[in-house]
C-alpha cells in the first residue's frame, strides 16, 4: 500500500511539475477583448498569474496527498472530481503566463512538495473530516485572494481576469463539496498557520 502511494504521488508530481496539463474545459472567455497593456502591466499581470499558477501546483499536490491518505471510496472520487477541475485552473493559468511572456516560478518542486506533506499529514493524522476542513479552509483563503487579484489586475487585462473569475467559482464550489461532505472546522491557530505559509508563498512567487 505505502508503495503504491508512493508511485502515484510521484507520478501526480511529475504530471504536475513535467508534462503538459490537459484542460478538460476550454479556456474562459473575456465578454470584451480588452485593451493593450503597457510593459509594467504586463510584468504585473504575469507576477499575479504566476502566483495561481503556483497555487494549482499546490492544490495538485494537496488534494493528491488527501487522496491517498484516505480510505474512502467515495470521498476519495469527491476529491479526485475537485482535482479535475484543479488541473483546468493549472492549464489555464500557465497558458496566459505564457501569452504574458513570462514563465512559472522556478521554486515548483518545492512548492509542490510542502503541500503534498501537508495534505497528506492532515489525512493521516487528522482524517478525513478534518481533511476536508482543510479543503474548506484552503478554499476559503484561495477566494479571498482571486478576489484581490480581481482589483490588482490591469483593468485591461481581460484575458486574466476571465480565468481568475472562473477559477473563484469553482473554489467556491470545492469548499462547499467539502462542507457537504462533512468537513471539522480548523483551530484558529491551523488557519493562521496557513494563512502566514500563503504568505510566504504568495511573495515569493510573485518574483521568483
Ligand atoms: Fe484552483
Ligand atoms: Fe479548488
Same mark, same amino acid.
Given at each position: 500500500?505505502?508503495?503504491?502511494? %508512493?508511485?502515484?504521488?510521484? @507520478? $501526480?508530481?511529475?504530471?504536475? %511539475?513535467?508534462?503538459?496539463?490537459?484542460?478538460?474545459?476550454?479556456?474562459?472567455?473575456?465578454?470584451?477583448?480588452?485593451?493593450? *497593456?503597457?510593459?509594467?502591466?504586463?510584468?504585473?499581470?504575469?507576477?499575479?498569474?504566476?502566483?495561481? +499558477?503556483?497555487?494549482?501546483?499546490?492544490?495538485?499536490?494537496? =488534494?493528491?496527498?488527501?487522496?491517498?491518505?484516505? &480510505?474512502?471510496?467515495?470521498?476519495?472520487?469527491?476529491?479526485?472530481?475537485?482535482?479535475?477541475?484543479?488541473?483546468?485552473?493549472?492549464?489555464?493559468?500557465?497558458?496566459?503566463?505564457?501569452?504574458?511572456? @513570462?514563465?512559472?516560478?522556478?521554486?515548483?518542486?518545492?512548492? =509542490?512538495?510542502?503541500?503534498?506533506?501537508?495534505?497528506?499529514?492532515?489525512?493521516?493524522?487528522?482524517? @478525513?473530516?478534518?481533511?476536508?476542513?482543510?479543503?474548506?479552509?484552503?478554499?476559503?483563503?484561495?477566494?479571498? +485572494?482571486?478576489? $484581490?487579484?480581481?482589483?490588482?489586475?490591469?483593468?485591461?487585462?481581460?484575458?486574466?481576469?476571465?480565468?481568475?473569475?472562473?477559477?473563484? @467559482?469553482?473554489?467556491?464550489? +470545492?469548499?462547499?463539496?467539502?462542507?457537504?461532505?462533512?468537513? *471539522?472546522?480548523?483551530?484558529?491557530?491551523?488557519?493562521?498557520?496557513?494563512?502566514?505559509?500563503? &504568505?510566504?508563498?504568495?511573495?515569493?512567487?510573485?518574483?521568483?
Amino acid at each position: 500500500m505505502m508503495s503504491d502511494a %508512493l508511485i502515484l504521488a510521484t @507520478d $501526480s508530481a511529475l504530471r504536475t %511539475l513535467c508534462a503538459e496539463p490537459r484542460a478538460s474545459r476550454a479556456t474562459p472567455q473575456a465578454a470584451h477583448a480588452g485593451s493593450p *497593456l503597457t510593459a509594467a502591466e504586463k510584468r504585473e499581470a504575469a507576477a499575479l498569474m504566476r502566483v495561481n +499558477h503556483v497555487g494549482e501546483v499546490c492544490a495538485q499536490a494537496l =488534494y493528491t496527498g488527501q487522496m491517498l491518505a484516505s &480510505r474512502d471510496a467515495a470521498l476519495r472520487a469527491k476529491l479526485a472530481e475537485a482535482s479535475r477541475e484543479e488541473t483546468d485552473h493549472l492549464a489555464w493559468t500557465l497558458q496566459r503566463l505564457r501569452e504574458l511572456d @513570462d514563465r512559472p516560478s522556478l521554486l515548483n518542486p518545492l512548492w =509542490y512538495a510542502g503541500a503534498f506533506a501537508i495534505g497528506y499529514t492532515a489525512g493521516k493524522l487528522g482524517g @478525513d473530516r478534518l481533511s476536508l476542513g482543510f479543503v474548506v479552509e484552503t478554499e476559503n483563503q484561495v477566494e479571498a +485572494h482571486l478576489n $484581490s487579484h480581481m482589483q490588482r489586475l490591469p483593468e485591461g487585462d481581460t484575458a486574466s481576469r476571465a480565468i481568475v473569475a472562473q477559477m473563484k @467559482d469553482d473554489e467556491v464550489a +470545492h469548499a462547499r463539496m467539502a462542507e457537504r461532505e462533512g468537513a *471539522l472546522p480548523l483551530p484558529g491557530v491551523v488557519k493562521g498557520m496557513m494563512k502566514a505559509a500563503a &504568505r510566504v508563498m504568495t511573495t515569493v512567487a510573485h518574483r521568483v
